[in-house]
Structure formats: structure tokens, C-alpha cells
């Protein structure tokens, strides 16, 4: 269907039909539109903008990923993209023009209407992932002292030019957030009454400043559609809708899964071989420089090693399992901490259920293990060391699982791209000195 719908598209944009264009764009969400196009080329993107409508075109910019977004611009003169703006929200034209290059950025900006342009240039000043950087200054603010009937009027006459009309905020005469209220609550109360009688006084905000992250926790844990951001005199500049709150969640999880995997979030498959050298490169000597902990470690048994060969064998498992048992309490832990659900003081009951759990896990796992070594290898001790060093090395993974993310979060770095590497270092280094340890002190039964 997807193929079918390609070579439809394409014969389209060769007749050169604006009818027939609008037909088929019509007949997809946006969304889905822009996914189409993705692999254009410059030549085949001018043809498709050309045939489109202004307000379709606007659409599907705001669908587009911020690369199609740039791609797509570069096919419009300043002209053509000021019309597109014209339907857009500001928040997407922000985010727009923030990938531009400097100098047509401060171009398409010299050319908007003044009013315009103040707005855009205030959003532009916010760091791009902080409340002030996502929000929208399309939202409805009602003053106290209306009534029911006059705020009816107004919903009617500049609700379509905003993003929602479900939650109403509520401001004073020096436009400082005061209150909401909630859209059925309005259409169900008399038209003479106050809205300053049915306005919830306790609102959630934040501040520009706020970083999103944060944002989208408070969303998330109110269940809001929107979040006002306010100024520190509580004067209101524009909110955050679900939507973009979403796009945050998603942004910060993918973030999230690539540091954990030691890849920076700017890293995609299009990104130079310089570039993409320069962002893997020193994590992997980091992970380097534990090998070389780990390497020592073994060292210092390798006259156990010698005299008792199946070690070798054997000490992978218990230093893979404990890094395996890490993982999982560092991935429930970088998520929970990210989530903002806990903080240091909140740490023992779960960490005496990791260490807990550590030992049950340790003791399941190492008696399997057991009862396949000691048959193969005809020797019980050699059973007992890897039960032993089992529950060592998972207790460590749990404890050092735990702890390690705590810590760094504590210390107010990433606990998502730091953490695994230090939890390598701990399983290899720990669960080799416990195993070889161990088998150092019950070498007489082993060669027996």
C-alpha cells in the first residue's frame, strides 16, 4: 500500500495536477504525509510545496520532523514561509527558525509585522529544552471580573486562534494568572454570573526557566491538558499543551536509551564519520580503561587460574550475571529517578529490597549453576565457589545498581550516560575478585 501510494504521489507531482494533489494529500493524515516525503530530494520537495496550498503547507510543517522542517523551508523564499507562518503556532515557527542558519533566521524575522516579531524574538531568548522554549502564546486568558456571558463572547471570537479552550485562565488587570476554570463549568453556569465565583484559585505553573522535563512530570502527574508558564510576578507569557509535552516525553526517552548505550542524543545515522567518532569515541576509551580494572583483577589470580583451568571457564558466567542483575536495577532505577519519584531521603526501603533481592536472585541462580558444575566437572567445591561467588556478585550488582545512579543524580550529573559504566567496572572487577577469591581459598579441596 505504502509503494502503491508512492508511485501515485510521484505521478502526481509529475503531471503537475494542483487538484488532484490536494485530492491525495487529503486523503492521508499529515503526519503520515510527511513520512512520505522524507527521502525527497531538494528537486522533488520544491515540486511538492509548489502544488500545495498555503494553510496545507503550514499543516504539514508542523507535522514534519525538524529535518524535513529545514528541508522544506530551503524550497520557499521569505515570502512564501511567512504566508505558511501565518497558520502556524508560534511555538513551531520558534522551533522552525531556531534550526535555521543565523542570517535568514534575522531575515524572515525583519520581515514579520511587529507584533509578531516581539513575540517570536521573546520565545527565541529561552533556551530551547525549558518551559519558555516549548510553550505557546496561543491560549485563552479571561479577566476576573467578566461575566459568564462576556467570557462566552470572547471564546467565540478568538478561540480558533488558539491551542486549547478546554482549561480558561483567569488574570487579573496586570494580566497575573489568578485562576481557571474549566470550559463545561462555563457552558453550564448562568451568563450574569461572575467567572471570579467559579475560577479554581489554585493553578499549577511553572516558569520559563523550568526545564522540560519537569514540566512534563507535573503534567503527567495532574493529569493536565495544559500547564501555564507565568513570569516570576505570576504574570502569564503562554502554556504548554499536551501535545508538545508528549514530543518532550519521547525526546527525553530516546535521549535517555542512547546514553545508556554511551551515544549522545545529537548522534543519527546521517551524522558525519567525524562527528559520530568524536561522540563515541571517548566513552569507549572510558569503557576501555575499566577493561583494563577488570584485566588486572584476573591477573593477580592467574596463579589460581593455572593450577585450576575450568576457573576460566566458569568466571564469565559470574561476572556476566552480575552485570546482567545491574542492569536491571539501574534501568528501573534511571527511570524512577528521571520520573522525579524519588529522592535521597526516600532511598532506604528500596534499596533494602534491592539488597534483599540481591541474595534471593544470587542464591536461585547460583544453585542452578552449581548443579550443572559440580557433574561436569566430578568436583563439589568447585559447586559450593560458584554458589558462593553467585551470591557475592549479585548482591554487589544490586547494591552497586542501586547506589551508583542515587549518587550521581545526588551529584547532579546524568545518571542515564554515566551509571553502566561504572556498573561494569564494579560486576567485572568484584565478581572476579569474589569467584577467584574464593577459589583461591579453597584451592586444596580443588586439586584434591
Given at each position: 500500500m505504502e509503494e502503491n501510494r508512492e508511485d501515485i504521489l510521484k505521478e502526481i507531482i509529475d503531471h503537475g495536477s494542483a487538484d488532484e494533489f490536494r485530492q491525495f494529500y487529503e486523503s492521508m493524515e499529515p503526519i503520515d504525509f510527511a513520512q512520505l516525503i522524507t527521502d525527497y530530494s531538494e528537486e522533488e520537495l520544491d515540486q511538492v510545496t509548489t502544488l500545495m496550498d498555503d494553510d496545507d503547507l503550514a499543516t504539514l510543517t508542523e507535522e514534519a520532523d525538524d529535518d524535513l522542517r529545514i528541508r522544506i523551508a530551503h524550497t520557499l523564499d521569505n515570502k512564501r514561509l511567512l504566508i505558511a507562518f501565518g497558520y502556524m503556532q508560534k511555538d513551531d515557527i520558534v522551533d522552525m527558525l531556531g534550526d535555521f542558519p543565523e542570517g535568514r533566521r534575522k531575515e524572515v524575522i525583519n520581515l514579520m509585522k511587529s507584533g509578531d516579531r516581539k513575540i517570536i524574538t521573546d520565545l527565541l531568548k529561552y533556551p530551547e529544552e525549558s518551559a519558555g522554549g516549548i510553550m505557546t502564546t496561543a491560549y485563552m486568558a479571561l479577566r476576573q471580573d467578566l461575566s459568564i456571558g462576556q467570557a462566552l463572547d470572547k471564546i467565540r471570537q478568538i478561540g480558533p486562534k488558539t491551542e486549547v479552550i478546554e482549561t480558561l485562565y483567569v488574570v487579573n488587570d496586570s494580566r497575573q494568572l489568578v485562576g481557571s476554570v474549566d470550559l463545561k463549568i462555563l457552558l453550564s453556569t448562568s451568563r450574569t454570573q461572575s467567572i471570579s465565583t467559579i475560577m479554581e484559585s489554585s493553578v499549577i505553573s511553572v516558569e520559563p526557566e523550568e526545564d522540560q522535563e519537569q514540566v512534563a512530570r507535573l503534567v503527567s502527574r495532574y493529569d493536565l491538558n495544559a500547564i501555564p508558564v507565568v513570569s516570576k510576578k505570576k504574570v502569564i507569557l503562554g502554556i504548554i499543551t499536551?501535545?508538545?509535552?508528549?514530543?518532550?516525553?519521547?525526546?527525553?526517552?530516546?535521549?535517555?536509551?542512547?546514553?545508556?548505550?554511551?551515544?549522545?542524543?545529537?548522534?543519527?545515522?546521517?551524522?558525519?564519520?567525524?562527528?559520530?567518532?568524536?561522540?563515541?569515541?571517548?566513552?569507549?576509551?572510558?569503557?576501555?580503561?575499566?577493561?583494563?580494572?577488570?584485566?588486572?583483577?584476573?591477573?593477580?589470580?592467574?596463579?589460581?587460574?593455572?593450577?585450576?583451568?575450568?576457573?576460566?571457564?566458569?568466571?564469565?558466567?559470574?561476572?556476566?550475571?552480575?552485570?546482567?542483575?545491574?542492569?536491571?536495577?539501574?534501568?528501573?532505577?534511571?527511570?524512577?529517578?528521571?520520573?522525579?519519584?524519588?529522592?535521597?531521603?526516600?532511598?532506604?526501603?528500596?534499596?533494602?529490597?534491592?539488597?534483599?533481592?540481591?541474595?534471593?536472585?544470587?542464591?536461585?541462580?547460583?544453585?542452578?549453576?552449581?548443579?550443572?558444575?559440580?557433574?561436569?566437572?566430578?568436583?563439589?567445591?568447585?559447586?559450593?565457589?560458584?554458589?558462593?561467588?553467585?551470591?557475592?556478585?549479585?548482591?554487589?550488582?544490586?547494591?552497586?545498581?542501586?547506589?551508583?545512579?542515587?549518587?550521581?543524580?545526588?551529584?547532579?550529573?546524568?545518571?542515564?550516560?554515566?551509571?553502566?559504566?561504572?556498573?561494569?567496572?564494579?560486576?567485572?572487577?568484584?565478581?572476579?575478585?569474589?569467584?577467584?577469591?574464593?577459589?583461591?581459598?579453597f584451592m586444596p579441596y580443588l586439586l584434591a
Open positions: 499536551v501535545d508538545d509535552v508528549i514530543d518532550v516525553i519521547i525526546q527525553e526517552s530516546d535521549e535517555d536509551m542512547l546514553q545508556m548505550g554511551g551515544v549522545s542524543r545529537e548522534e543519527s545515522l546521517d551524522t558525519t564519520l567525524g562527528e559520530s567518532v568524536r561522540m563515541r569515541l571517548p566513552w569507549l576509551l572510558i569503557n576501555l580503561a575499566t577493561a583494563f580494572l577488570a584485566s588486572f583483577t584476573v591477573d593477580l589470580f592467574s596463579d589460581t587460574i593455572s593450577k585450576v583451568v575450568a576457573l576460566s571457564a566458569i568466571m564469565t558466567i559470574v561476572s556476566g550475571m552480575g552485570g546482567n542483575a545491574g542492569t536491571q536495577t539501574v534501568s528501573i532505577l534511571v527511570r524512577r529517578l528521571a520520573q522525579g519519584e524519588l529522592s535521597w531521603d526516600d532511598c532506604k526501603k528500596p534499596f533494602l529490597k534491592e539488597i534483599a533481592l540481591g541474595l534471593i536472585d544470587g542464591a536461585a541462580c547460583g544453585a542452578v549453576t552449581a548443579a550443572i558444575v559440580w557433574p561436569f566437572y566430578g568436583n563439589f567445591y568447585l559447586g559450593l565457589i560458584v554458589f558462593l561467588a553467585m551470591i557475592g556478585n549479585l548482591l554487589v550488582s544490586s547494591v552497586c545498581g542501586f547506589l551508583i545512579p542515587v549518587t550521581i543524580k545526588k551529584l547532579h550529573w546524568d545518571p542515564a550516560i554515566a551509571s553502566t559504566i561504572f556498573l561494569t567496572t564494579a560486576t567485572d572487577v568484584l565478581g572476579f575478585f569474589i569467584f577467584l577469591g574464593l577459589a583461591t581459598l
